[in-house]
């Protein structure tokens, strides 16, 4: 602290009671503790990641030198290249798109119209399926593996697109009860009306309670889209042939082809974790409304 | 399944509105139809396969021959079984309640920050959260190789030695733990700032104006009003964290081990290793009633302290 600044405080607590300046003393002391703790853990938290890269940058030979060299000396994207262009990697990627982005078109395309149909529609059964969406955040996904995978070999779908999309369209039972507790705090003059201009249920859903709601859907597609990239066990059941790996599994599961190279291991960590790092970073405020969503917090 | 609730549901809309809109009702089952029809085939059918499939002797593909509740007696007699429910509730242990009480103590941290400043050390602790369980392997495992990892010069320093720490077997579950909840926390903290920021400001003023100091602040105010948010982040924590398979998998080389075996990996060793598909199923369906039991337990437990 500044001389000036000091002079300055001191004016500030002068006029004050002593009680207040008690508080005021209380706070920069305990305060100026938790925050730098809070900054301290916030670095230990980060520094594993930021580890992580840097070694990628360094020459493999650097990587194993003893000593912690915060920078590389030698910057090189050499274990980038190499896995971009060494390892399937790039049909990985491919894989984990298309999966994970037909995943979140068909969790959010049913949970949309499931959601709609609960919430503004009157229709035998409903109260039951309402129950049996709330009783199925009871069963674990992981128990399901078994039978799931005799069903998908059933209809011959292990090793396909679609073995590994259809499992997971069961993952997100939260998704609709969202939809329909958005579409219920749709105001009912907007549907009154409208169905006296004489709009069906389904222009009803597309022009009015759809895009009414579409932060929530972006919301949901960017949360349903990460996790079913990350999904792990599914794929690495579903697919038994390298060129079917999604990038999670491909990573993991296929290391021989170039031993033990740190900076490479880590650079196709890095190419796996990219995607859904920079949606979270573009999207910081959609993923946490959605987090917070999906754990029952409206707001 | 919609026919059995017909008789139950017609009269209360007779009752409503005099009439009954068939037309809503098509509407109604074309929009609840995709839902349904995926739910039933790929939720319904294979949970009560599942449960079918554990009263049987039977491959993972193929038919199998009853055998009521053999598979059962089997389990409580599998040595491997216990194993791997003592491993995943050690493990539940170790990651749950600390990732809650951290998440607490690191939200109220992150709270007391403003504008800018928070959002970045908000994304330092949330940032792993959204990352793959494949890149947290890859990160981690770099962290503490056994010969070149930043972790064994702390370690060195310790013990005198290196050490491979997911070799260790008294190290590991720890270990793996503690980057779980690396991984985790952020939900956590999460969940816990929203719950901080529902709590009136006016209510921390009017308490300091009356002299009540931080501790006390914390603990009259604080934490009876974060209580819901806390049991909250309990019951999800714990029903993930009994699902442990992923991490466990990987830093165990493959689960090579059975020292370190979890619930959902006896499953997968069972049915895809093994080709012991009613077995598998039989230890799926017990994995299924150790996490209802315990979930209703704890939010019953949790709920009436809060109560109190």
Known sequence: MTAAAEASAGTIAAEMTPRQRRVIKTIDVAGLIITIATVLGAIFWAFPLYWAVVTT???ENEVIQPGIQLWPEHFTLDAYVHVLFGTRIGQWYVNSLFTATSVTVGVVAISALAGY???????????LLWWIILASFMIPVPALIVNHFVLMSQFHLINTYLGIILPQLVYGPVTVIIYKQFFDSVPKEFREAAKIDGANEFQLFFRLYLPMNWGITTALAIITFIGAWNQFLWPFLAATEEPMFNITVGITQVTDAFGVKYARDLGSAILAGLPVAVVYLIFQRRVTQAIMLTAGIKG | MASTTDTTAAPE???NKHRI???EWLAAGIFVLPFVAIYAVLFIYPTVQMILLSLQDAPLIGAGKWNGIDNYIRLFKDRLFSVAVWNTVYFVLLSVIPSTILGLLIALGVNRLKGWAQSVILACFFLPNI?????????????FDSQFGILQYPIHFFVGANVPVFRTLPLFMPTVAFITIWWGIGFNVLLFIAGLRNISPDIYESASLDGATRWQQFTRITWPLIWPVTVLVLTIQLILQFK?????YLFGNGGRSD?????VQLIYRDAFQKNQGGYGATVAFALFAIIVIFSVLQYQLLRARGEK
């Not at chain 1, 149909?117 to 109260?127: N, V």
């Open chain 2, 21 to 23: 809109d068939y037309s």
């Open chain 2, 259 to 263: 020292a370190t075996m979890g619930l």
């Open chain 1, 117 to 127: 149909a609960i919430s503004q529609l009157k229709f035998p059964g409903r109260r």
């Open chain 2, 131 to 143: 990352l793959p369980v494949s890149v947290v392997y890859r990160v981690w495992n770099w962290m």
């Open chain 1, 57 to 59: 940058l360094k020459p």
């Open chain 2, 244 to 248: 442990i398979f992923d991490q466990i």
């Open chain 2, 13 to 15: 809309i007779r009752l």
